[in-house]
């Protein structure tokens, strides 16, 4: 997803939002949504829909899912761009309940964070608020100074997150009181990453940070990016991956922060999703409309794939399979083989009726 800035602060001002949500795969089950204000269930072999869910209040061009759902069980919780959060059955995309988040109905970019009955979402307002996910009655708001885009990593019973007004966040699920809080040099709209104790995120000063996830010390930094974090790093066992709007992928060591490898060269504008890991492989997209392959272990450049449509959406992976929206409000899905070569097997289109879906469009990138 993406929501244009106005100027060259950090929070200037915000225009028009723009973007996609990235999804989750959950049974076998892809759970999008789109800019266009459609929460979708599809299967992630057939593309074959399950249900779909359009009923957002509001005017149309509040009408939008930017973050990615949440699925517990039975049920699909989401955040829409018109301040509301939706709770959907995951049997028939029916609603069951929705609520206002914050007096004023501000907007939701990030998605939801869940744990053990939880459910937590940053605001506009500047607040994060937490929910009882079974009934919607909220539990407790945290304010900060200025918007919160940031969706939230909820581990071992800490929320964390960033805020506009240049703090990463550490508040404890249970009662919204504050763990501690770490000023960096500029706003932070990444989703923060955690592996072990640590905490990995990159802020609008175009610095990439990894700090202790018990209390908020910055073990080491990353300066050379030439541009800013938008999404949330990839961790692996060994490396971080993070994404820049300069149009590189930076892997970074855990440990230390050095930097690994960069690359590939030049790719078609910035990378605004977060990449994703199959097969040894990192897949990414830039906004240009380029679905790219690289190395896991040295960056080199395998394979690319033109969509020809701007892509400013995370990369949804499983063992074999690749997901993620265009900007001509379709959600596609490719399969890579065992060379890396990546065919599209199928293309949902949001602005068709579900009985026009998908469009079987097999073919070799």
């Known amino acids: 997803m993406l929501l244009v800035l106005v100027a060259s602060g950090a929070c200037a001002g915000v225009a028009k939002s723009e973007g996609w949500a990235g999804g989750v795969v959950v049974d076998d089950i892809l759970y999008t949504g789109s800019m266009d204000g459609t929460l979708l269930a599809v299967e992630i072999d057939s593309g074959q829909p399950l249900w779909e869910f359009s009923s957002l209040q509001g005017e149309d061009r509040e009408r939008a899912f930017y973050g990615d ?8 919780y989401a955040a829409a761009y018109n301040g509301f959060l939706y709770a959907i059955s995951n049997t028939d995309g029916s609603k069951m309940w929705e609520i206002q988040v914050g007096p004023g109905a501000e907007h939701l970019v990030g998605g939801p964070g869940y744990s053990d009955g939880v459910l ?10 937490a929910f009882d996910s079974e009934s919607g009655t909220e539990l407790w708001n945290f304010p900060t100074d200025s918007m919160v885009w940031t969706t939230p990593l909820v581990s071992d019973g800490v929320v964390y997150f960033g805020s506009m007004d240049k703090y990463v966040y550490a508040v404890s699920l249970s009662e919204g009181q504050e763990l501690w809080k770490t000023l960096v040099g500029g706003a932070v709209i990444a989703p923060p990453a955690k592996s072990d104790n640590r905490l990995f995120v990159g802020a609008f000063d175009g610095v990439f940070y990894s700090l202790d996830a018990s209390t908020g010390q910055e073990l080491w930094r990353f300066e050379d990016a030439g541009g800013w974090y938008w999404a949330r790093a990839l961790v692996t066992e060994t490396a971080v991956y993070a994404p820049s709007l300069d149009g590189r992928i930076y892997a970074l060591s855990l440990g230390l922060g050095e930097l690994l490898w960069q690359g590939p060269e030049n790719p078609d504008g910035p990378i605004i999703g977060s990449p994703a890991a199959v097969k040894n492989v990192l897949v990414f997209a830039s906004e240009g409309g380029t679905l790219w392959t690289a190395s896991l272990a040295d960056g080199t450049k395998q394979r690319q794939c033109e969509i020809d449509e701007k892509l400013k959406t995370n990369v949804v992976a499983t063992d074999d399979s690749i997901f993620l ?41």
């Open 69 to 76: 759902p949440v699925v517990v069980g039975d049920v699909v």
């Open 120 to 129: 937590v979402v940053g605001s506009s307002d500047g607040s994060v608020y």
């Open 325 to 365: 929206g265009a900007w001509d409000h379709t959600v596609r899905a490719f399969e890579m083989n065992q060379f890396g070569v990546l065919n599209t097997r199928w293309v949902y289109k949001t602005d068709r009726e579900m009985s026009e879906n998908p469009v079987n469009d097999v073919s070799s990138c």
